[in-house]
């Protein structure tokens, strides 16, 4: 059986992984629908080798299809996800517009598939910091169950998009040729410069990204009281986020047991070399499907805490493929909406 999909934000950053990805993997596709913008209107990209045309979203253009895979915003989820469930598709969506919305499941394939299940036409895709940190330290949750997690991120420009990718470029291009750095996408020079995650503020003085991680995490995770704290950072670097995670469990928790547990782990990809002093960089995990996870280590400043480093592409694993992924689910899992056959 094969199956209508259409990409809304096909243009963006996270659309054109998300065409590369159904490509690779095969996806059983019917028909594929590019949508985006009326900016986009007439633009095509191709696909498999052929040109395929962008259309401006509109009213009628979820007619037939069975999975939208959306990733143009929050605002233009809101806007549009619910015609297209009442046109009979399931949205699998890379906004953060449904992730805390108690009837919307927060699915990482690796963690909680079975929370697909009780998706009532919107499925959400986590903040791209929560997946890669999810998929490398759920293994050892299981195990033991973590008491308290805190978190630094290195964040890269693609998060803000394929603007910011460029403008970092350019910025980068400025900056040596002894110009000013412009400054669109971020509010400033992200080129050989970092700044607190310049999303908004909120009255505890952590800004929105850092929540995300909190709240997405303890509902991924089905543990509400989990104690979690973040600091997120942009940095200078293209595609691929990094974070050092430290871990407290109730018991210690060796990081030879870690390891071994990490190294059969799904999505994820043990990277230490002790003698060279390698460990996962933001270089290596670009174009990667799984979440790099080294130095792994024991936190001297506590008997329970376990000290660990990932990086993971945040345009990969941080959405498009967790996004397929999560489509290749609800095929497997019989959950998308049944049509009628048209009979003639
Ligand atoms: P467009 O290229 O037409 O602006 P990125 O995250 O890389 O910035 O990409 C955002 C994606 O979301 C693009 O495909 C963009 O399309 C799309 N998009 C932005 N605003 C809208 C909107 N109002 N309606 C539909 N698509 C939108």
């Known amino acids: 059986q094969s199956y209508k999909v259409a990409i809304l934000g096909a243009t963006g950053a996270v659309g054109t992984e998300l065409l590369e990805?159904?490509?690779a993997r095969q996806f059983p596709l019917a028909d594929l629908?590019?949508?985006?913008?009326p900016r986009s209107a007439g633009k095509t990209l191709t696909f498999q080798g052929e040109e395929l045309p962008v259309e401006a979203v509109s009213e009628d253009c979820f007619k037939d299809i069975d999975i939208v895979l959306a990733s143009a915003g929050a605002s233009t989820s809101k806007a549009w996800a619910s015609k297209a469930v009442e046109a009979g598709a399931v949205v699998v969506d890379n906004s953060s517009a449904f992730r805390m919305d108690p009837q919307v499941p927060l699915v990482v394939p690796e963690v909680n598939p079975e929370a697909a299940d009780q998706h009532?036409?919107?499925?959400a895709n986590p903040n791209c910091t929560t997946i890669l940190m999810s998929v490398a330290i759920w293994p050892l949750h299981r195990v033991q169950p973590i008491q308290r997690i805190v978190v630094a991120t290195y964040q890269s420009a693609s998060g803000a998009g394929a603007r910011a990718m460029e403008e970092v470029k350019h910025q980068a291009q400025a900056i040596l040729n002894g110009a000013e750095p412009q400054t669109e996408a971020f509010p400033y020079?992200?080129?050989?410069?970092?700044?607190?995650?310049?999303?908004k503020l909120t009255e505890q003085g952590y800004c929105e990204e850092e929540m995300k991680m909190l709240n997405e995490t303890?509902?991924?995770?089905?543990?509400?009281?989990?104690?979690?704290?973040?600091?997120?950072?942009?940095?200078?670097?293209?595609?691929?986020h990094?974070?050092?995670?430290?871990?407290e469990f109730s018991e210690p928790f060796s990081p030879q047991q870690a390891r071994e547990i990490l190294r059969s782990a799904p999505g994820v990809k043990l990277v230490e070399d002790w003698q060279a002093n390698y460990f996962p960089m933001p270089i290596d995990a670009t174009g990667e499907d799984d979440v790099l996870v080294g130095r792994i280590r024991q936190d001297l400043s506590h008997p329970c805490g376990l000290e660990l480093w990932?990086?993971?592409?945040?345009?990969r694993k941080g959405a498009a493929l967790n996004a397929v992924q999560i489509a290749e689910l609800l095929i497997e899992r019989n959950l998308l909406k049944k049509r009628e056959v048209a009979t003639v």
């Open 218 to 240: 303890r509902k991924i995770f089905g543990t509400a009281d989990l104690r979690i704290t973040a600091t997120c950072v942009r940095v200078p670097v293209l595609r691929a």
């Open 21 to 23: 990805l159904l490509a």
């Open 242 to 247: 990094s974070e050092a995670v430290n871990l």
């Open 189 to 199: 020079p992200l080129a050989f410069n970092l700044f607190p995650h310049n999303s």
């Open 310 to 315: 990932l990086c993971g592409d945040q345009i």
């Open 120 to 123: 009532q036409g919107i499925i």
């Open 33 to 37: 629908k590019l949508l985006a913008s």
